[in-house]
């Protein structure tokens, strides 16, 4: 049963007032970079250590993440706002969307992760789970780093970007 239009905007809504972090997630794609702006994303397991985020089955950025098996994380601070846009623009331009943005490669699977995130991490695909019209995707971490140490995280609540005090 597909819930009333009016029930899908109060649960967009009622999820918005849950404040997460906002994350980059990236992989490569036959040599090229590919990245996306992804919020939902949550540890999953210390032992084995596993993460997760979820991919919008429409996204350009699913079958290239779900096909790659590897991919990294760059948890974006307050200074890579506007990175948070951009890699969340729909039909943006792939070929060279790195560009213009201090990244680095992963020393376990050589993905961009961006320099000045307050934390990183490489991950291996665990499992895809289908969850109606996203992919749940675990990764097992294989590297960790805290670039920033000192950064304020970007905050993303009720729609907007928010700060901490």
Excluded at 85 to 98: P, V
Excluded at 122 to 147: F, K, N
Aim: aromatic residues 8%; hydrophobic residues 40%; charged residues 20%.
């Amino acid at each position: 049963m597909n819930p009333e239009p009016d029930s899908s905007r109060l649960l967009r809504q009622v999820a918005g007032r849950f404040a997460t972090g906002v994350t980059v997630v990236t992989t490569i794609a036959g040599g090229a970079d590919r990245a996306m702006t992804v919020n939902a994303f949550t540890s999953v397991s210390l032992d084995p250590p596993l993460v997760l985020f979820c991919v919008e089955k429409i996204a350009r950025f699913h079958d290239v993440v779900t096909r790659s098996g590897t991919w990294g994380v760059s948890v974006l601070g307050e200074s890579l706002r506007d990175a948070s846009n951009w890699f969340a623009t729909r039909g943006r331009d792939l070929d060279g969307q790195l560009s213009g943005w201090e990244h680095h490669r992963g020393p376990a699977t050589g993905v961009a992760l961006f320099s000045g995130a307050v934390a990183t991490l490489e991950c291996r695909t665990y499992a895809v789970h289908e969850a109606g019209d996203h992919s749940i995707v675990v990764g097992e971490v294989v590297a960790l780093d805290v670039p920033d140490p000192d950064g304020r995280p970007l905050v993303f609540y009720e729609g907007g970007y928010r700060t901490l005090q």
